[in-house]
Nanobody, 127 residues
Framework: QVQLVESGGGLVQAGGSLRLSCAASGRTFSRYAMGWFRQAPGKEREFVAAISWSGGSTRYADSVKGRSTISRDNAKNMVYLQMNSLKPEDTADYYC????????????????????WGQGTQVTVSS
């Protein structure tokens, strides 16, 4: 069982940066593949970024590639999403998700594959 709590959202101007954090409970956090998703008003939830439990493999949605970096600190049970050059279209609720990693560099991009979800943190980018 893993509990996830996101933080770091807020209001930022276009071109600015934010660092989202996800704090995870559970002694086996280091064996969970992690992901970030987002849901804009009136839209379906979409994949943003994912990282393997080793931290050695990452994947990004095309919409954030080159502007965002996902990372993790297994010693602190934390996952981060650094977002730079933010755009108004990045405005959404951002969710952290976890699933048991099948192997060291297992990366999950499909929403349905995740078993645990946080409550979300809101990001608003003004133009």
């Amino acid at each position: 069982q893993v509990q996830l709590v996101e933080s770091g959202g807020g209001l930022v101007q276009a071109g600015g940066s934010l660092r989202l954090s996800c704090a995870a409970s559970g002694r086996t956090f280091s064996r969970y593949a992690m992901g970030w998703f987002r849901q804009a008003p009136g839209k379906e939830r979409e994949f943003v970024a994912a990282i393997s439990w080793s931290g050695g493999s990452t994947r990004y949605a095309d919409s954030v590639k080159g502007r965002s970096t996902i990372s993790r600190d297994n010693a602190k049970n934390m996952v981060y999403l650094q977002m730079n050059s933010l755009k108004p279209e990045d405005t959404a609720d951002y969710y952290c998700a976890a699933t048991v990693g099948r192997y060291r560099d297992y990366v999950v991009m499909a929403e349905k594959e995740y078993d645990y979800w946080g409550q979300g943190t809101q990001v608003t980018v003004s133009s």
